[in-house]
């Protein structure tokens, strides 16, 4: 019932920023977080960064200090400023979305189709 698209991903060259968004729609729910993962070419998918609705945000080593993850509640939204590009930050970006129906208490989970980002050298 809720839907995950991301957008912003492409190519740039190291040294340089790209800011991806990711939108939920849907009827009837409400988001309890909101992240950020990424798949290397040839490796398993890993943590970006998460942002809950309430607490600290969490960041993964190889990007603190570089990313900022942000939402905007009002839109259903979540961002990711990626600054400083590295050739190994290189992969398919995913955004995920926790969620809960209005009508129901257990927790679910969506994923949207994933947006390229290849950073060059």
């Known amino acids: 019932q809720v839907r995950v698209v991301e957008s912003g991903g492409g190519l740039v060259q190291a040294g340089e920023s790209l800011r991806l968004s990711c939108a939920a729609s849907g009827i009837g729910f409400s988001i309890d977080s909101m992240g950020w993962y990424r798949q290397p070419p040839g490796k398993q998918r890993e943590l970006v960064a998460v942002?809950?609705?309430?607490?600290?945000?969490n960041y993964a080593d190889s990007v603190k200090g570089r990313f900022t993850i942000a939402r905007d509640n009002a839109r259903n939204t979540v961002y990711l400023q990626m600054n400083s590009l590295k050739p190994e930050d290189t992969a398919v970006y995913y955004c995920?979305?926790?969620?809960?129906?209005?009508?129901?208490?257990?927790?679910?989970?969506?994923w949207g189709q994933g947006t390229q980002v290849t950073v060059s050298s």
């Open positions: 995920n979305v926790e969620y809960k129906l209005t009508i129901g208490t257990m927790t679910r989970s969506s």
């Open positions: 942002i809950p609705s309430g607490g600290s945000t």
